[in-house]
């Protein structure tokens, strides 16, 4: 029976060497966010050798809890509220609060967005108190993103996918017919295009004549494009050469002139359109006669005929008679001394100089608008003196023959084929108005408008050969033509209009 009893001892203490617990000589460190679920089985009861700073662990399965609101060992997370603008989508003003983790970058940010609402990151714009955060690679903390913000996040739309297969290095071309309906909704583009290009305007109410015009002016553009970079590309083939690189900025200027010139045509396209001068009523030895009022004229200036109208021819005093010389030249007859003019209800003499070449009767000049300290109130629309205000003239009132001097004006060609006044610098469609010297009087009353140099009739000086029928050498011509690639007889009417200035010639020739 002995051996019986050693084995039943030998098996009781196999089993208690089995339900001995483990004992950790070094305790792990407390984590301050971490909890112990315990097994809910109680271990046996044991003697345990007694280690310094040793630590139990017990038997069963270790779970991390997650923390709970109440937990006061929980890390702080930085909780922002985002406003979402995006139309056509079910996320559209919808308010979204998200824990962001600390150290998140505005990337992370677009991503937790992206992963609540399918609003793809790319095409996220973020705002904070209105302001643009730019730079995804900031941390929220450095873009100003602090606990209980607010934020902004605003959708931009997706480039919509061209339609229309396009070439490879080509610009993408408006749609003609996209174009059109565009120019009949807009009156504004509509006064615009008849002014530029009369022959497309008058194509817009015919869909297939439209779009026959319009690819014709795609394709001189293009070709005109395509040649001046063949030109560009020739010139830097020697870029050490003094000449080409002088056309080269030449070619550079005259790109910003354009560029000017259609800035102008956006943003300021008064500038183009005809300004009427400003006419009064007056009365000359009792006989009616419309006044041009000059405050850039020297003097007081009336025609020949005029004055034989009003009766006062025979008080002209011939001692005064002479040239007078501003833009051009005119014959001074003489002068009259002493003459009652009659302006609003006011009487008061005046003296007139007699000139010839003059397309107005009766230029009020700053003589005796100094004299009776007369005003031009544009604001009231009215020449104010002594208590008087006489209105000005309306446009349709102003005589015809004044008008139909400044159609006679020299004019330049301009972009899109339009005639540009090298007085006035009126824009006028190409045709509307005949090319041709205009009478020049001797008052400054271009004061008011941009004044261009007369050619004078003499032949230029030098070895330079002239080109035919012209008084301008021949390598100026030859230069604007090779150019522009424009018609001799343009080059030489371009250097007609500006004395022979070649760079002035060139700025309007460009685009014609």
């Known amino acids: 029976m002995q051996p019986a009893a050693t084995d039943v001892r030998a098996l009781a203490l196999v089993i208690a060497l089995a339900l001995t617990p483990t004992v950790a000589t070094e305790p792990p460190p407390r984590r301050p966010s971490a909890s112990f679920a315990r097994s809910s089985r109680a271990p046996t009861p044991r003697t345990v050798t007694p280690v310094n700073h040793a630590r139990v662990t017990p038997v069963g399965p270790i779970q991390t809890c997650p923390h709970t609101p109440g937990d006061p060992l929980r890390t702080t997370m930085p909780r922002v509220t ?79 996918p061209n339609r229309n297969l396009q070439q490879p290095g080509r610009p993408a071309q408006p749609d003609p017919e996209g174009v059109r309906q565009l120019v009949l909704n807009d009156a504004q583009q509509m006064n615009k295009l008849r002014q530029g290009d009369p022959e497309l305007a008058a194509a817009v109410n015919d869909p297939a004549r439209w779009r026959d015009t319009y690819a014709m002016r795609q394709r001189q553009a293009e070709d005109s494009e395509r040649e001046r970079q063949n030109q560009i590309a020739l010139l830097n083939e020697d870029p050490f050469n003094v000449e080409a690189q002088r056309k080269i900025e030449d070619i550079i200027r005259q790109d910003r002139v354009v560029e000017n010139l259609q800035k102008a045509y956006d943003e300021n396209p008064e500038v183009f ?126 005589p015809r023959s004044f008008e139909e001097a400044e159609l006679k004006e020299p004019t330049v060609s301009g972009p899109n084929g339009e005639e540009i006044g090298a007085k006035t610098g009126a824009v006028r469609p ?19 408008q941009p004044a261009q140099p007369q050619a004078q009739p003499t032949a230029s000086k030098g070895p330079a050969a002239s080109a035919p029928n012209s008084n301008f050498p021949q390598e100026h011509v030859q230069q604007l033509t090779s150019m522009f690639g424009c018609s001799e007889q343009e080059a030489i009417q371009a250097l007609e209009m500006f004395g022979g200035n070649v760079e002035h010639a060139a700025s309007f020739l460009i685009g014609a």
Do not use: W
């Not at 824990?99 to 790319?122: C, H, M, N, Q, R």
């Not at 025979?314 to 005064?320: A, E, F, G, Q």
């Open 430 to 448: 190409k045709g509307s108005a005949a090319a041709g010297p205009s009478n020049a009087g001797a008052s400054s009353s271009s004061s008011s």
């Open 82 to 160: 985002i406003s979402i603008t995006a139309p056509g989508t079910q996320a559209d003003t919808d308010l979204l609060t998200l824990e962001v983790p600390p150290g998140s970058t505005v990337k992370d940010l677009k991503a937790f967005i992206e992963a609540d609402t399918s609003l793809p990151s790319a095409s996220q714009s973020l705002y904070l108190n209105g302001q643009p955060v730019a730079l995804d690679t900031q941390t929220l903390e450095d873009a100003g993103i602090r606990d209980g913000e607010m934020l902004a996040v605003v959708m931009r739309p997706a480039p919509r």
């Open 273 to 398: 359109t005809r300004v009427h001068m400003l006419y009064v009523n007056t009365e000359v030895n009792g006989v009616p006669v419309k006044a041009f009022v000059d405050s850039g004229a020297q003097a007081t200036i009336m025609s020949p005929d005029c004055a034989e109208r009003c009766g006062i021819m025979r008080l002209m005093d011939v001692r005064y008679a002479g040239m007078a010389r501003g833009v051009g030249t005119a014959r001074i007859l003489g002068r009259v001394h002493h003459a009652e003019i009659k302006i609003g209800g006011a009487v008061m003499p005046c003296a007139f100089t007699v000139m010839e070449g003059k397309d107005v009767d009766l230029l009020f000049g700053l003589d005796m608008l100094k004299r009776y300290r007369a005003k031009i109130d544009l604001e009231k629309n009215a020449l104010c003196f002594e208590g008087q205000e006489v209105p000005f003239l309306h446009e349709s009132e102003i």
